[in-house]
């Protein structure tokens, strides 16, 4: 054989390895804007270039948590240098409504005010400036009426936004009066303030023919296009919003964002020019909501060996004064109080409390963490009552893998992987080593005391409500073979348009390079749904596949027939390593591109995706309102100073399942990012409001959210070896909200160490956030049960 034969064949050898090696999933790969984030040029809502002519907006807010507007004088407002008009809810030509569900949100107060920090009016000047300083201006006059702040007070007066949720199985009351142990209590669980960096923005320009286009920093374009349509009392088509991009969303810019965005195109289309509305942080922290706070009471009856034999449980959260998303909140933290545990026989009640405070909503989890942290609470109670390790309890009321598996909602648990991950995690982790160090360091220090507790997740994933679990995209290939995107999602840092390009990439058979993910946009993507839940890869990427996959098989028919001399069907032409392999030959991607324009081949395509299996009975809160579960645990190990009530965490252990991940970086940073979100919440996040109903913690200097001296010093992540067993995009589960519940294991070390001033006998009255007067408080009331 001579050296030319030779050579060809070791070619093709090497291209039939690399072909076979090809993949775009699955692999880690940076965020497709990092480059842009760490040198500043990244665009966001507030960077876009600005129209000539552009004004700017502020709004002036209430200063009573419930009162009537008697009047409202603009005169100094209207004499503040730059001032252009002043608008309020008798300028808006449609509906006076942002609510995302129920129609008890106005855009602007009309008549009477509910919350301190509620807009009543629009102030439009010449610069951000001179807008702020004006709507301070206005002279309001009152008239006060009764306030409820807290979800105890809106109990006790039974003031609720919708009616109570309850879900029962089996005989919970029977099962806890004859169980050998029993027990009741109540405690707290705080609200968290998203704090996104990039605040709420919306820039509204009008256009053409009644045409206005916001851009949103809006986690839901879609909704947002459909209030503006609503309140200039125009049809959908005449709104165009656009996201490129957030810094931050959280939840808290699904619906919240529709107040700006309605306020900036109300008037833009009354000024007929562009309108720009940025808050300052304090402004936006006294008029959107936050996670919901709850005020739990419960009451279980256990075995000897911990085993639950009934439990039931009151929550009532704290609402504000509309319904905003609480609905779907408060069914989430039903259907979540299981966790990871089998109960055969509980009742569950939940309240929605309607307060005079800002209109809490969506916040990474939307309700599963608080129904959670619940039964948590519980087990851990019962664990320390009966003097067990309280990983021995939460094992002994594990789900079952065939039997013990069915939820109170009647879902059943088919992929549970909890007794393998839980046993990899406490021998990786060296729990039970770690668990007899801790005893031993606190017998022999009386001021400083260590707890460690580890907590299990699982986490179901698809929306409550049954339609938004849909999703649409458009996919283009240019002649030159790169790849341009749209899809229904938004990007707000977590990685979702790097996840949907590597799934194109994948399904194409080309390099990651080639594809470019444009912004979130209602005239491409019609009728999307929010980016919440946790299903933006889900949704999106299965709707991108999908196209891509219409584009490959057009493009797999064409190069049979051009290349193939008959011998080569289209089902055997192969995508690889930006080359189309047809029989024995490679013919680059981009070639084949031109050539099918050339024979008039589409080159363009929609793809959409419904998740299937799901259905939900409101009503009677039975169904499968979930696609899958992800699971987890975390391992924490704290210390504090029974002096102060200073904490620190010392080390966690984070042990987190995401099928097949399609990105492993992006996912541990995901799962990272999550721990130390929650481990603010549960620990430094306190949300306090005054006797007046005035939110004082509404900036950066009286608002403590975690900072990098605050992430444990030692700091474990890991993903769990899984391959979802569900259709999911290539087998991965979603990351965004379960691992939030990781830092459960954060709180309840802090409540083991608190626990040790009493020698474990004592069950510490320990609410949430655990702040240090709350540790400290709660030491004291320790030492005064044991004294």
């Not at 024979?599 to 009975?617: E, N």
């Amino acid at each position: 054989m001579n050296q030319q034969a030779e050579a060809f064949i070791t070619d093709a050898q090497s291209l039939a390895t690399e072909i076979d090696a090809f993949k775009q999933v699955h692999v880690s790969r940076a965020h497709e804007s990092a480059h842009l984030h760490v040198s500043g040029r990244a665009s966001y809502t507030d960077d876009i270039p600005v129209v000539a002519g552009t004004l700017h907006a502020a709004l002036g807010l209430s200063t009573k948590a419930h009162a009537k507007i008697v009047s409202m004088q603009f005169d100094a407002v209207r004499a503040t240098p730059g001032v252009v008009a002043v608008f309020t809810a008798d300028d808006i030509p449609g509906v006076n409504d942002c609510g995302p569900i129920i129609h008890d949100d106005p855009v602007l107060a009309d008549g009477i005010v509910q919350f301190v920090g509620q807009p009543m009016f629009i102030v439009v000047a010449t610069s951000h400036d001179a807008a702020r300083l004006a709507a301070r201006r206005a002279q309001i006059e009152f008239e006060d009426l009764p306030a409820v702040l807290t979800a105890q007070d809106a109990r006790k007066a039974e003031s609720y936004v919708l009616k109570p949720l309850k879900l029962s199985r089996g005989d919970a009351a029977g099962k806890m009066a004859h169980a050998a142990h029993h027990e009741r209590g109540e405690m707290l669980l705080g609200g968290q303030e998203q704090f996104y960096l990039e605040g709420q923005i919306a820039y509204a320009v009008p256009k053409d023919d009644d045409g206005m286009h916001v851009y949103c920093s809006t986690q839901h374009p879609t909704e947002m296009q459909h209030l503006v349509a609503h309140v200039l009392n125009v049809a959908s088509h005449n709104v165009l919003v656009e996201c490129r991009r957030m810094g931050g969303g959280f939840g808290g810019k699904e619906s919240q964002s529709g107040i700006f965005a309605c306020c900036a195109a109300l008037a833009a289309w009354k000024l007929l020019c562009p309108v720009k509305l940025r808050p300052d942080r304090d402004d936006d922290m006294m008029i959107t909501g936050k996670r919901h706070d709850f005020h739990f009471a419960y009451e279980v009856g256990y075995r000897d060996d911990g085993v639950i034999d009934g439990v039931s449980v009151d929550m009532t959260s704290r609402c504000g004064f509309s319904a905003d998303l609480s609905g779907p909140v408060m069914t989430r933290a039903v259907c979540h109080f299981d966790n990871a545990y089998w109960l055969p026989d509980v009742h569950i009640e939940g309240y929605c409390g309607k307060t005079n405070t800002q209109s809490n909503t969506a916040f990474r989890g939307f309700g599963g963490p608080q129904g959670a942290f619940g039964i948590e609470y519980i087990v851990d109670n019962v664990a320390r009552s009966l003097g067990m390790d309280s990983l021995d309890v939460r094992l002994n009321n594990l789900y079952g893998k065939t039997e013990n598996n069915r939820t109170p909602y009647g879902q059943t648990v088919e992929d549970n992987v909890l007794p393998e991950l839980l046993a990899e995690l406490a021998e990786t982790s060296e729990y039970r080593r770690r668990r007899e160090a801790v005893r031993e360091f606190n017998s022999k220090n009386e001021i400083l005391k260590k707890g460690l507790a580890l907590t299990p997740v699982k986490f179901g994933i698809a929306f409550n409500v049954q339609h938004f679990n849909q999703a649409g995209a458009l996919v283009h290939i240019y002649t030159d073979g790169s790849i341009l995107v749209n899809h229904g999602g938004t990007e707000m840092g977590q990685g979702l348009n790097t996840k949907v390009a590597q799934v194109v990439a994948h399904e194409l058979g080309i390099n990651f390079e080639r594809v470019r993910v444009t912004a979130t946009d209602t005239s491409k993507v019609a009728n999307t749904s929010a980016t919440a839940a946790s299903t933006g890869t889900d949704l999106n990427g299965k709707a991108a596949q999908d196209a891509a996959r219409q584009l490959r098989e057009r493009l797999a028919k064409f190069a049979a027939e051009k290349f193939g001399a008959g011998e080569v069907t289209a089902a055997q032409v192969r995508f690889a390593s930006d080359r189309v392999i047809v029989g024995d030959d490679a013919i680059p991607f981009g070639e084949v591109v031109a050539k099918a324009y050339l024979a008039r081949v589409q080159l363009w395509s929609d793809g959409f995706y419904a998740t299937p299996k799901l259905y939900w009975d409101q009503a009677t809160l039975q169904g499968r309102p979930f696609y899958y579960y992800s699971y987890g645990a975390a391992v924490s190990e704290v210390v504090i100073d029974t002096l102060t009530g200073e904490m620190r965490v010392l080390r966690a252990d984070a042990l987190h399942d995401v099928g097949d991940s399609l990105n492993p970086a992006l996912d541990k940073g995901q799962v990272e990012g999550a721990f130390v979100q929650g481990m603010g919440w549960l620990t430094t996040e306190e949300l306090w409001w005054n006797a007046g109903g005035k939110l004082m913690t509404h900036a950066p200097s009286t608002y403590k959210i975690p900072t990098v001296n605050d992430t444990p010093a030692d700091f474990r992540v890991n993903l769990f070896k899984n391959r979802n067993v569900e259709d999911s995009i290539h087998k991965s589960k979603a990351v965004g909200e379960p691992p939030l519940l990781l830092p459960f294991s954060v709180f309840f070390a802090i409540r083991d160490a608190v626990a040790a001033v009493g020698d474990y006998k004592v069950n510490p009255p320990l609410n949430a956030p655990a702040t240090a007067e709350e540790i400290l408080r709660a030491v004291n009331a320790v030492r005064s049960a044991r004294s």
